[in-house]
T-cell receptor, first 112, second 111 residues
Framework: DSGVTQTPKHLITATGQRVTLRCSPRSGDLSVYWYQQSLDQGLQFLIHYYNGEERAKGNILERFSAQQFPDLHSELNLSSLELGDSALYFC???????????FGEGSWLTVV | DAKTTQPPSMDCAEGRAANLPCNHSTISGNEYVYWYRQIHSQGPQYIIHGLKNNETNEMASLIITEDRKSSTLILPHATLRDTAVYYCIVRGPNSGYALNFGKGTSLLVTP
């Protein structure tokens, strides 16, 4: 158990809908990272937040957004969902900017 | 960030050492070498990391060449539970310290 908690574990939704994935980082960790893993793309970095501020963006679509709240939990919002958004979404956290990153067990999203 | 090159797959007999190579010839002086593994769609698991010295922990050893252009992850006594995809990643401040995963090496440990 890495200490990173993600909810929900599984989610099925229809095209065009909007979902929110939630992440609780390890206790005290200030950095939160989001990743997407699909069969054809591998593990793709989406976005990084540090202490509530966006630090870096990867291959995140404009339909996706994220935020980190004052209590340090983070949410990834996915809107106008398409079939191709079906993937495993991982959250990860670290104590500091360069600290070791630990991953949660992921949220499985299926868009039908 | 520096790119890494790993063999797509490797086999190892149970109980033997598994030596997983990684090339990172464009690594910068402020970039670390990290190793993670992923077992069948579970969350990636941190293994070990290093800057220029060899490192060892309870899971593995990391050997980094003197010129830092390549490294080897060593699992000293591989077990069936070590079957996974292993990722070698160069990490530094230029990417905001994010981990950029490549395709990794699929390690199969056989009885």
């Amino acid at each position: 158990d890495s200490g990173v908690t993600q909810t929900p574990k599984h989610l099925i939704t229809a095209t065009g809908q909007r979902v929110t994935l939630r992440c609780s980082p390890r206790s005290g960790d200030l950095s939160v990272y989001w990743y997407q893993q699909s069969l054809d793309q591998g593990l793709q970095f989406l976005i990084h937040y540090y202490n509530g501020e966006e630090r870096a963006k990867g291959n995140i679509l404009e339909r996706f957004s994220a935020q980190q709240f004052p209590d340090l939990h983070s949410e990834l919002n996915l809107s106008s969902l398409e079939l191709g958004d079906s993937a495993l979404y991982f959250c990860a956290s670290s104590g500091s900017l360069g600290g070791t990153i630990y991953f949660g067990e992921g949220s499985w999203l299926t868009v039908v | 960030d520096a790119k890494t090159t790993q063999p797509p797959s490797m086999d190892c007999a149970e109980g033997r050492a598994a030596n997983l190579p990684c090339n990172h010839s464009t690594i910068s002086g402020n970039e670390y070498v990290y190793w993670y593994r992923q077992i069948h769609s579970q969350g990636p698991q941190y293994i070990i990391h290093g800057l220029k010295n060899n490192e060892t922990n309870e899971m593995a050893s990391l050997i980094i060449t003197e010129d830092r252009k390549s490294s080897t992850l060593i699992l000293p006594h591989a077990t069936l539970r070590d079957t996974a995809v292993y990722y070698c990643i160069v990490r530094g401040p230029n990417s905001g310290y994010a981990l950029n995963f490549g395709k990794g090496t699929s390690l199969l440990v056989t009885p």
